[in-house]
């Protein structure tokens, strides 16, 4: 069974701060793990994907996330907040195999303040 | 390439009625999972169809049911709808099976309303 932990629902930080997302994952074989953005009315977005290889993904929009096996953790970070990245953030686990299904977390929002 | 598209956008249903909802994926995309999204339960996995195949399925009583047509365009349907039906339904395309690693491609979501 693979699951998704996305602790808080809600973040805020002031325009050009840190963003941070955390995202615990559990997977009983070597995962994808993967980021999507939803904005406002609208459907979800590949942010980026970790398969192997790099532990430290780049994605759109200036984000990247660090895959840690040892912690079991995909955390999302982008330098500089920028007001266009108010957004709900998903991360997701797929353990791979035919069968598998893409499982989401809860979603984390975040606001960002001028 | 057209992106992945869901009709109707919204929908208003009264409790015991059934309600169709459609997607068309992006040209070349086998694969069509569906998902309800709702503020308490985020994303919930529904099916994934893969070749006029139900190929996976989520926890989902009978009343959620869904296919795919040759042309890889997929409905879902829910019978005797009840109030927690009430949510956003979103359709997802991708090349081949998600259990690949491949990228969904999501529609706007249908939002459903029952009263």
């Known amino acids: 069974a693979q699951s998704v932990t996305q602790l808080g629902s809600h973040v805020s930080v002031s325009e050009g701060a840190l963003v941070l997302l955390r995202c615990n994952y559990s997977?009983?074989?070597?995962?994808?793990l993967f980021w999507y953005v939803q904005y406002p009315n609208q459907g979800l977005q590949l942010l980026l994907k970790?398969?192997?290889?790099?532990?430290l993904v780049k994605g759109i929009n200036g984000f990247e996330a660090e895959f840690k096996k040892s912690e079991t953790s995909f955390h999302l970070t982008k330098p500089s907040a920028h007001m266009s990245d108010a957004a709900e953030y998903f991360c997701?686990?797929?353990?791979?195999?035919?069968?598998?299904?893409?499982?989401f977390g809860k979603g984390i929002t975040l606001s960002v303040r001028p | 390439k057209a992106g992945v598209t869901q009709t109707p956008r919204y929908l208003i249903k009264t409790r015991g009625q059934q309600v169709t909802l459609s997607c068309s994926p992006i040209s070349g995309h086998r694969s069509v999972s569906w998902y309800q999204q709702t503020p308490g339960q985020g994303l919930q996995f529904l099916f994934e169809y893969f070749s006029e195949t139900q190929r996976n399925k989520g926890n989902f009583p009978g009343r959620f049911s869904g296919r795919q047509f040759s042309n890889s365009r997929s409905e879902m349907n829910v019978s005797t709808l009840e109030l927690g039906d009430s949510a956003l339904y979103l359709c997802?395309?991708?090349?081949?099976?998600?259990?690949?690693?491949?990228?969904?491609?999501f529609g706007s979501g249908t939002q459903l309303s029952v009263l």
């Open positions: 997701a686990v797929s353990g791979g195999g035919a069968n598998s299904k893409l499982t």
């Open positions: 997802a395309s991708s090349l081949t099976r998600q259990g690949a690693g491949e990228k969904l491609f």
């Open positions: 997977s009983s074989v070597p995962p994808y």
């Open positions: 970790y398969t192997t290889g790099a532990t």
